[in-house]
């Protein structure tokens, strides 16, 4: 038997490449070799019948399922970051999907990194009890091979999204879209770099100019939802979603502005290029490995963010390309071989 190890997975980016990832799995011809380990709070397909167990997202019930039925499989496949608590038998990959994880050990003492320094210890602590880490970027794997988890010869890149999602048209030509629209579809954590887009919304607002900015910025961070209602009441056009399905801003708006600082991934990158938009980001290496921008800022100066989003309305604005490829077959015929 082949263990999928899905717990601590329940939401965001990492619960979609994993639903993405049983749907290719249960498509297999040895599907049925694999079992699947979920997070209580992970919303399961309905494809899963007897084949999975979903134990309490607890460091404990983790163990105590690896010591009951650790013996069963010849491969494991870790899908969150963290190594089996125990070692096994079984050649073991773990997916190490986290940035912040691998920044933490350098930014241990700031607020934003001391929760991701303490999982990354847990991590150090079971390091051992891995073969491989699978990473999905270059410069993931620049980070965990400087660190000394692994050396390249296990570190594996892999990078797999569905790129079936949003290609093959249904948007609207780039030229009918409406053309002061950006988008920017995100969780509200500290890395998406909110505070400085905003600062940038207002630095515009200030000089009069008021082009639209569509965000989710949920209920986790009240501050921003006040400063959206505050910006909005002084003119400017913050069209707060807190959650929607991008399908409908991909397809119809022109151009994603993606100000995060550390992605291990940036699936909305190669979302929007799929659909169509002008990707104008952050000028760090994360959006390189996935895509050839249109345009980059330096996202820590509002002012480039600002300036970044007036050259992006100028309709010579190349359009952005897709870099990174989908490997998931890789994936999963490296569990399956």
Not at 21 to 43: Q, S, T, V
Not at 190 to 215: F, G, M, S
Request: aromatic fraction near 12%; include cysteine.
């Amino acid at each position: 038997m082949i263990l999928i190890d899905a717990l601590y997975i329940n939401k965001g980016g990492g619960a979609v490449l994993l639903q993405y990832l049983i749907e290719k799995i249960l498509a297999h011809p040895r599907k049925d070799e694999f079992f699947f380990l979920l997070d209580p709070r992970f919303d399961k397909p309905v494809v899963l019948k007897n084949n999975y167990k979903v134990v309490p997202n607890k460091m404990k019930d983790r163990k105590a399922f690896y010591k009951e039925t650790g013996g069963n499989y010849t491969k494991v496949f870790c899908f969150a970051n963290t190594p089996p608590p125990i070692r096994l038998n079984a050649k073991t990959y773990t997916y190490l999907h986290n940035q912040k994880l691998l920044e933490a050990p350098r930014q241990k003492f700031t607020k934003m990194y001391f929760s991701q320094y303490l999982k990354y210890l847990v991590i150090k602590l079971f390091n051992k009890n891995t073969d491989y880490y699978i990473v999905q970027t270059r410069h993931m794997a620049a980070e965990l091979t400087t660190l000394g988890l692994k050396d390249n010869a296990h570190t594996l890149t892999i990078p797999f999204y569905d790129n079936a999602k949003y290609a093959g048209g249904g948007h609207k030509p780039f030229e009918k879209r409406v053309r002061d629209e950006f988008v920017f579809i995100s969780n509200p954590s500290p890395q998406k770099n909110y505070p400085r887009l905003l600062d940038a919304w207002e630095y515009l607002l200030e000089k009069d100019i008021t082009p639209c900015l569509h965000v989710t910025i949920d209920d986790t961070a009240p501050q921003l939802i006040e400063r959206v209602k505050e910006l909005n009441a002084r003119g400017a056009r913050i069209v707060n979603h807190v959650y929607v399905d991008p399908r409908e801003l991909y397809f119809n708006c022109p151009y994603l502005i993606f100000p995060s600082v550390i992605e291990s991934f940036g699936l909305p990158l190669i979302e929007a290029v799929d659909s169509g938009m002008k990707v104008i980001a952050s000028n760090i290496n994360y959006v390189y490995d996935v895509v050839t921008p249109s345009l980059t800022f330096d996202p820590y100066d509002k002012v480039a963010i600002a300036d970044a989003v007036l050259k992006a309305m100028d309709p010579d604005l190349p359009f952005s390309s897709i870099v990174t490829k989908n490997e998931v077959d890789k994936l999963v015929n490296l569990l399956v071989q």
